[in-house]
């Protein structure tokens, strides 16, 4: 069974274009999460979101960063004018639909921008 | 508020020792979901155990353990005859709804040395 799927795994912008991160969650898993890590910092949670449905996107930025899960293919978090200080590595994790307390992370993106 | 404090920043055993890793919560709420991840210098997040708060029941896996005090709001990692491959970042989180979002401690940073 595959894991979390995240691509790509690093990807370069420089300041004012946008990035598209992807990510496909394991087999049967209809949740999905998106967390930030900055350089220095923890992990802070950004979006939750189920098929079609954003449930949860308190730790969003409220400008430039938009998240997506369709019916079909992976879930993308898109940052649109990019600036420096976005440069982080960005987690994918999912949970099955029948027992949602247990996240699996992805590898991360890592995202620099120039 | 919930907050997970992870106090230790960095330590630094010699292998085959014995370590502790520390993590501290504050919650409000009667029931949540305690986490432990190990994030390994490839990057990937790694599951490794979930606790319910109705369950103080400690576990053991192998040569990890956890012991979790609801009366002094702690969930610590023990690590019996460190090997070097230990060697990572360990994130204790919370969460108090299944399936939503973990809020991570800062991480404890282990080096393990032949």
């Known amino acids: 069974n595959a894991g979390v799927m995240q691509n790509p795994r690093h990807l370069v912008r420089r300041r004012g274009q946008e990035a598209r991160l992807r990510c496909s969650p394991m087999?049967?898993?209809?949740?999905v999460y998106w967390y930030r890590q900055l350089p220095e910092e923890g992990l802070k949670f950004m979006v939750y979101l189920q098929k079609e449905n954003i449930i949860d996107e308190s730790g969003m930025p409220k400008e430039r960063f938009s998240a997506e899960f369709p019916k079909e293919g992976p879930s993308i978090l898109r940052i649109q004018q990019v600036v420096r200080g976005d440069s982080a590595a960005y987690f994918c994790?999912?949970?099955?639909?029948?027992?949602?307390?247990?996240?699996?992370f992805g590898p991360g993106t890592r995202l620099t921008v120039l | 508020a919930q907050k997970v404090t992870q106090a230790q920043t960095e330590i630094s055993v010699v292998e085959k020792e014995d370590v502790t890793l520390d993590c501290v919560y504050e919650?409000?709420?009667?029931?949540?979901?305690l986490f432990w991840y190990k994030q390994p210098p490839s990057g990937e997040l790694v599951f490794l155990i979930r606790?319910?708060?109705?369950?103080?029941q400690n576990e053991i896996s192998g040569r990890y353990s956890w012991n979790f005090q609801k009366s002094t709001s702690s969930f610590n990692f023990t690590i019996t005859a460190s090997q070097v491959v230990d060697s990572a970042v360990y994130f204790c989180a919370l969460s108090d709804l299944p399936g939503y979002a973990l809020n991570f401690g800062k991480g404890t940073s282990l080096l393990v040395t032949p």
């Open positions: 606790r319910n708060s109705f369950d103080e």
């Open positions: 919650t409000r709420d009667t029931t949540y979901y």
């Open positions: 087999k049967g898993h209809s949740h």
């Open positions: 994790a999912s949970s099955p639909l029948e027992s949602t307390d247990t996240q699996y």
